[in-house]
């Protein structure tokens, strides 16, 4: 071998022993991969929250328009919507006092109330999104719409879970893949140990909806007609989050 031919050899050589000694051993290695996954979906439910408030001197009057009223709009909505749920939410029957000022010996009066304000909700979910202003429209002749809000049905939230759960593990797959090749492993080296799906403590909200906090508005008086609103469903993100952990033989 020709000196100039030897020299390369022994850089080859030294090359590679100290890339053997700089270059971390990776076997046995136990590495923590945090994958993500999202799905998206058209809203297809709606919660509408309606309300009537009456106020009076006669807590009977006042009890009678309500329950008058709160029957004249559940037949609407009925009317319009027979496949929508309907719940009760809450009554109520509250006293009204005046404004109480201390008497000349400082001391302050039993209060007596003036009237009665009385109130009852009602919540209505649907499917039926194209009806909804209609429907809203005709039962604001009645009583008020208190809230709304727009979520997924039940059988849609089941199906984008199982879409979902296999994004979240797609995604972890190729984390493993990118890993490994970082690594200079191939993905057949690795093992995964453990899937943890709850390791980023991101739990699933509900997407079944909860009714906002009931204001104490009062309804007011309603006119005969009402233009029908404009509502805008939107859609729902879920996502997850989990932690696998993975070693490589």
């Not at 037949?75 to 000349?104: F, S, W």
């Not at 879409?163 to 984390?175: D, G, K, M, P, S």
């Amino acid at each position: 071998m020709s000196l100039p031919k030897l020299f390369i050899a022994a850089a080859i050589v030294l090359a590679t022993q100290a890339h053997a000694q700089t270059a971390p051993a990776t076997s046995g290695t136990l590495v923590i991969v945090p994958a993500f996954g999202e799905v998206k979906h058209a809203n297809d439910q709606a919660i509408a929250l309606f309300m009537v408030e009456e106020q009076d001197k006669d807590k009977t009057a006042a009890a009678s328009r309500v329950n008058q009223k709160m029957k004249q709009g559940t037949d609407i909505i009925r009317r319009e919507d027979p496949q929508a749920t309907l719940k009760t939410q809450g009554y109520y029957t509250y006293p009204i006092y005046p404004e109480q000022r201390p008497l000349p010996n400082g001391t302050m009066p039993k209060p007596v109330p003036t009237g009665w304000r009385v109130g009852q909700y009602l919540e209505v979910k649907t499917t039926n999104l194209a009806n909804l202003p209609k429907l809203t429209a005709a039962a604001q002749k009645v009583v008020a719409l208190n809230n709304l809000s727009f979520g997924l049905t039940p059988a849609t939230l089941k199906k984008l879970d199982d879409q979902r759960i296999a994004a979240t593990y797609l995604n972890l797959n190729e984390r493993i893949a990118s890993i490994a090749s970082a690594m200079g492993r191939k993905v057949s080296d690795s093992v995964i140990d453990t899937v943890d799906f709850e390791g980023s403590g991101n739990y699933a909200q509900r997407a079944d909806m909860a009714a906002a906090p009931m204001m104490m508005s009062r309804a007011g008086k309603m006119e005969q007609e009402v233009s029908e609103p404009t509502f805008e469903p939107g859609e729902t993100t879920l996502q997850m989050r989990l932690v696998g952990k993975v070693k490589f033989k």
